[in-house]
């Protein structure tokens, strides 16, 4: 079993920056990729971004390109989500995602593709 625990979320105002990170850990961590999705209240929740965990090659919402980075540091099983420029409606539980080592390039912004889950971090926007 593979557990995933994200931190670095906060309380800021607009335009500031924050780092979300996301450690694994337990069983031999062999994700394909990993991801980072967001849900607001009453809203469904969604991508927001995902790296392949060989290669480090990225793909990132359009609502978050130009401000938004999203990294990996394969030696120590963590990943970060780097959130510059922040806008209130980037307010939002932000949780952290593993694929299967089965996964591809070409579902990588749907949920279900993913296998592991972390339990979530809030990032609240003040304007």
């Known amino acids: 079993q593979v557990q995933l625990v994200e931190s670095g979320g906060g309380l800021v105002q607009a335009g500031d920056s924050l780092r979300l990170s996301c450690a694994a850990s337990?069983?031999?961590?062999?994700?394909?990729?990993m991801g980072w999705f967001r849900q607001a209240p009453g809203k469904e929740r969604e991508f927001v971004a995902a790296?392949?965990?060989?290669?480090?090659?990225?793909d990132l919402a359009d609502s978050v390109k130009g401000r938004f980075t999203m990294s990996r540091d394969k030696a120590k099983n963590t990943m970060y989500l780097q959130m510059n420029v922040l806008k209130p409606e980037d307010t939002a539980v932000y949780y952290c995602?593993?694929?299967?080592?089965?996964?591809?390039?070409?579902?990588?912004?749907?949920?279900?593709?993913?296998?592991?889950w972390g339990q979530g971090t809030q990032v609240t926007v003040s304007s």
């Open positions: 337990g069983r031999t961590f062999s994700s394909y990729a």
């Open positions: 995602a593993g694929t299967s080592p089965g996964g591809r390039w070409g579902i990588l912004r749907s949920v279900g593709t993913y296998y592991y």
């Open positions: 790296i392949t965990w060989s290669a480090g090659t990225t």
